[in-house]
């Protein structure tokens, strides 16, 4: 309890030197807050992850296009 008092004087200060996951897991006093049931945060997780993986696809697309590209021009540069 000590060191999340701590912790939370440091971030209402400023005196932390950067953005680490272990100062962003507490609530300070008066600050709203949503809860959220088991379901709703599996959902949200889900949905990240099938857009994460349709980003990652397309970034492989167009990796693969531009290497298609890249070659056409070294074949027509010839």
């Given amino acids: 309890m000590e060191n999340e008092k ?3 004087n440091q ?3 400023g ?3 950067g953005y680490n996951p272990e100062y962003n897991n ?3 006093p008066g600050e709203l807050t949503v809860q ?3 379901n709703e945060y599996r959902k949200l997780i889900e949905e990240n992850a099938t857009a994460q ?3 990652d696809k397309a970034d492989m697309e167009r ?3 531009r290497r298609e590209a890249d070659q056409l ?3 027509n540069a010839v």
């Fill in 73 to 75: 021009k070294k074949e």
């Fill in 6 to 8: 701590s912790t939370e």
């Fill in 26 to 28: 507490f609530v300070c």
């Fill in 53 to 55: 993986h349709r980003i």
């Fill in 15 to 17: 005196e932390i030197g």
């Fill in 36 to 38: 959220i049931t088991l």
């Fill in 11 to 13: 971030v209402l200060s």
């Fill in 63 to 65: 990796i693969e296009k």
